[in-house]
């Protein structure tokens, strides 16, 4: 019974950690600060202020990913092969990320074009977990109520627009994709190249 009784503890304890951590981030986020990870490639955090700012050499990367996607037509794979031929800086993580060795990955790009955050709106507590970029954009039963959206103020990067035209854009790439598959394969997407993505 005593094993039962501090198991039973231990896991209110766990739950009541849970919830104020989650409150601490929803009054965090109400307020303005950044409490979603690492921020987006294109801004760096504040530290003093907790808010987000341009950082202007990736910011100048974003907006080129974004016309190409969007009023170019080029898929993950142009614009990957693009960013890799032009030198563009790759995202710079934490020593636990993995690294990206100075080479762009079509994933990386994908994540960029499917991230709202640059049209000046980040929200907080939108998408259930885990956001799969694209599919969670365009399938609201991936997406939690409205009411509890909580939006956060960035600056801005790229229009509305231009998100919805490259939206839009791979969205009609993935269906020319899947049209144009003519065997199953067993680790279709799943397993890629180290080195050329």
């Not at 990913?65 to 693009?82: C, G, M, P, T, V």
């Not at 031929?85 to 934490?94: C, L, S």
């Not at 956001?131 to 960035?154: A, G, H, M, Y």
Request: glycine letters at 6%; a positive charge.
């Amino acid at each position: 019974h005593r094993v039962v009784l501090l198991a039973a503890v231990a896991e209110m304890e766990r739950d009541t950690i849970r919830d104020r951590t989650t409150n601490g981030r929803i009054a965090s986020a109400k307020d303005g600060r950044w409490v979603m990870g690492t921020p987006p490639y294109g801004y760096r955090m504040n530290e003093e202020t907790g808010k987000l700012e341009i950082e202007p050499e990736d910011a100048m990367h974003v907006k080129k990913f974004f016309y190409w996607s969007a009023y170019e037509k080029l898929s993950l794979r142009d614009i990957q092969r693009k960013a890799n031929e032009m030198g563009f800086r790759t995202p710079q993580h934490g020593r636990t990320r993995r690294k990206t060795l100075g080479y762009w990955h079509k994933r990386s790009i994908g994540r960029i074009l499917t991230n709202e955050t640059y049209t000046g709106t980040a929200y907080y507590r939108k998408y259930k977990r885990p956001f799969n970029n694209l599919t969670s954009l365009i399938d609201e039963n991936l997406q939690r109520n409205k009411d509890e959206w909580i939006p956060v103020s960035v600056p801005l990067i790229i229009t509305t627009k231009e998100f919805e035209a490259a939206k839009n854009q791979l969205v009609k790439n993935r269906v020319f994709a899947q049209r144009n598959l003519k065997h199953a394969y067993l680790f279709p997407k799943l397993v890629y190249c180290g080195e050329c993505g």
